[in-house]
């Protein structure tokens, strides 16, 4: 087994990585698919690398790879927490929707999926496109956009807290929890940002302990007043601190990776104007354009499984404790699983990419962030023609399994 690190060849703390992780992708699926190499998070002795399509839907689909590690390794896990912070944030993510696995998992799932359903989510077409037209009204007042900043952030935020029932004031406070929290999700070189992510913790837990506490025993609208009513009349099914933990991780998964869906379409769009000649004139075509969006540069670019026990891969044993950081971002551009894969094609047909994940574990929010980007995009080439980018570059964000742009700023006529 190769030790991991920098020298192995697959670095994605650099610079370059971000720019465009692709051609770093395809070298692995070529050269070592399922590759042993740099862990993302210090803790960690190496993790395993899984470049193709097949391979990472075969982990996916596998009950046997985990969120968690396996149960007797547990022990371990917390110590590897080490310092406070690290233990503080560890103990309040394990607790979270995206980081459980059954029977925890299946419980918390059967009660937030009430508010995702696609019926219920298509009831908020309206108020998407309402909140989109304001934007880009203040936008042509002012007469300069960010995409990111001033269009897909407020946008998204704002469709993420009326769901939860969160005030308007909050709104901008939220957005900022949101991105920290973010940064210690992904991947890091040093634990430092553990210590933000665990303050950040402690505020947004402090806040939604106290909205909860002014609205305990109010009839009221929203996710979270759903939420605490399950909590108050069947006290076992949710208890307070996963009802707090769950609302957060709406918060973080319904905001930051629409975001970045929104700005990583409209740069796809910048750079192919055909398509987004194509989009504009038929803007029909949206549903599927989205599709295309999330396969071609996606959102969440990476997943990780624990194995609970000793497993064969792509030619490999994977020991059991061992992670896989599954490269979602590398199987959307799999030729075995695409037809060529790095064109950008909003009339693709048949789409089975893997942006939300598959399994038990597809994302809950996919038909919410679907929906803002078909009205978001559309919306933004119909209201604003000749729409470019003023950066002779875009700059993204400095984090590696998020992939998303930092600013984007246009101009347009």
């Known amino acids: 087994m190769a030790s991991g690190g920098a020298g192995d060849g697959f670095d994605y703390f650099q610079p370059a990585f971000r720019e465009d992780p692709y051609a770093f992708y395809r070298r692995l699926r070529d050269d070592d698919p399922v590759h042993w190499g ?29 969120h968690q590690p396996p149960r007797e390794d547990s022990a371990a896990g917390e110590a590897l927490a080490g310092a406070d912070p ?8 394990r607790q979270s929707l995206l980081f459980n696995d059954p029977p925890e998992h299946t419980r918390l799932r059967a009660l937030v999926s009430r508010a995702f359903t696609p019926r219920m989510v298509e009831a908020l077409r309206p108020r998407v496109a309402a909140v989109a037209n304001t934007l880009v009204d203040a936008a ?12 897909a952030r407020p946008l998204t935020i704002a469709i993420i807290a009326e ?38 913790a402690l505020e947004i837990y402090a806040y939604f302990n106290e909205l909860l506490a002014a609205r305990r025993g109010q009839a009221g609208n929203g996710l979270l007043a759903l939420m605490q009513a399950t909590h108050e009349q069947d006290g076992d099914r949710l208890s307070e601190p996963e009802l707090i933990v769950t609302a ?25 104007p055909e398509q987004l000649a194509l989009l504009r004139e038929r803007p029909e075509l949206a ?31 994977i020991q059991r404790g061992q992670v896989l950081n599954l490269l979602l971002g590398s199987g959307n551009r799999d030729p075995e699983a695409f037809a060529e894969p790095d064109r950008l094609d909003i009339t693709r047909g048949e789409n089975r990419h893997l942006a939300f994940g598959m399994g038990m574990h597809y994302c809950l929010g996919a038909p919410l962030a679907r929906l803002e980007g078909q009205v978001a995009l559309p919306l933004l080439l119909r209201r604003l023609p000749g729409l470019r980018a003023l950066d002779a570059e875009p700059v993204w964000r400095d984090t590696v399994g998020f992939r998303g742009l930092a600013r984007l700023p246009v101009a347009w006529g």
């Open 38 to 66: 740099m862990p993302f998070e210090p803790s960690l002795p190496g993790v395993w690398h899984v470049a193709r399509y097949a391979d990472i839907v075969a982990v996916l689909k596998d009950a046997r790879y985990t």
């Open 86 to 93: 690290v233990q503080l944030y560890f103990t309040l993510v």
């Open 140 to 151: 042509a007042a002012r007469g300069s956009l960010d995409v990111i900043a001033d269009y």
């Open 163 to 200: 769901m939860l029932g969160v005030p308007e004031e909050a709104q901008r406070r939220l957005s900022a929890w949101a991105g920290v929290l973010v940064r210690a999700v992904d991947c890091k070189r040093t634990p430092e940002i553990y210590d933000e992510a665990a303050r950040v």
């Open 248 to 272: 957060t991780t709406l918060l973080v998964a319904g905001h930051e990776t629409t975001v970045n869906l929104i700005g990583n379409g409209t740069l796809a769009l910048l750079r192919h």
């Open 287 to 317: 549903a599927g354009a989205v599709e295309e969006f999330l396969r071609y540069d996606a959102p969440s670019q990476m997943a990780s499984r624990y194995v609970t026990e000793d497993m064969m891969l792509g030619g490999k044993t």
